[in-house]
């Protein structure tokens, strides 16, 4: 059974560019959360897709986007990139429960570099 | 906002044992996750408290105390393989599952 998975692995972009990054969540998973994590610091939540929709936001401005497939894949979009975009960007799969005590799994990430 | 704090790094040696603290302020509070982090890898879950008290799991073991707002992770007969940052993370109540509070994480390095 594949985990979590995330494409591509790296990646150099230049300020004022535009990125996508996928995730495939694991098996039987329908909730994808996804996660900016800079150099040193503890990951932070940027969004969440449940049923195709941005279901809870975190305090990231709207250069950053996204988009869930009806096979529960998911896509993080940001625009108009900055060197502060540098980080490794994690997705994490879950399943739509409240209060849900199981694991929440995470892909390897995307290691984003912006020159 | 929800504040969550724990030491940047800690040190100690093979086969000895390591305390990792965590401290949180946040409203709504519901539980607490620990999760162990390698260098390019993704986090992987430890251990999960809700209610007070210890919970074991083999060498790790997860405290919580909700009235003070505290938690530590125990980690015992160290191995080199324990070097890794650990990530204190909190869920607030009513939140999906996916929706966590991290801490900075604690980078601890084990010695021969």
């Known amino acids: 059974d594949a985990g979590v998975t995330q494409s591509p692995t790296h990646l150099i972009k230049t300020r004022g560019q535009q990125v996508t990054l996928r995730c495939s969540p694991k098996s039987g998973h329908d909730t994808v959360s996804w996660y900016q994590q800079a150099l040193g610091q503890g990951p932070q939540f940027i969004f969440q897709y449940y049923e195709e929709e941005e279901r809870q936001r975190g305090n990231f401005p709207d250069r950053f986007s996204g988009h869930q497939f009806p096979n529960y894949s998911s896509e993080l979009n940001v625009n108009a990139l900055l060197l502060g975009d540098s980080a490794l960007y994690l997705c994490?799969?879950?399943?739509?429960?409240?209060?849900?005590?199981?694991?929440?799994?995470f892909g390897e990430g995307s290691r984003l570099t912006v020159l | 906002g929800q504040n969550i704090d724990q030491p940047t790094e800690m040190t100690a040696t093979e086969g000895a044992i390591v305390q990792i603290n965590c401290t949180y302020q946040?409203?709504?509070?519901?539980?607490l996750f620990w999760y162990q982090q390698h260098a390019g890898e993704a986090p992987t879950f430890l251990s999960y408290n809700v209610l007070d008290g210890l919970e074991e799991k083999g060498r790790f073991s997860s405290f919580l105390s909700r009235s003070k707002g505290y938690s530590y992770l125990l980690l015992k007969e160290l191995q080199m393989k324990d070097s890794a940052s650990y990530l204190c993370?909190?869920?607030?109540?009513?939140?999906?599952?996916?929706?966590?509070?991290f801490g900075r994480g604690t980078q601890l390095t084990v010695w021969p």
């Open positions: 994490a799969s879950s399943l739509d429960l409240t209060g849900y005590t199981g694991e929440l799994f």
């Open positions: 993370a909190v869920i607030l109540r009513g939140s999906t599952l996916g929706r966590l509070y």
């Open positions: 946040t409203s709504g509070f519901n539980g």
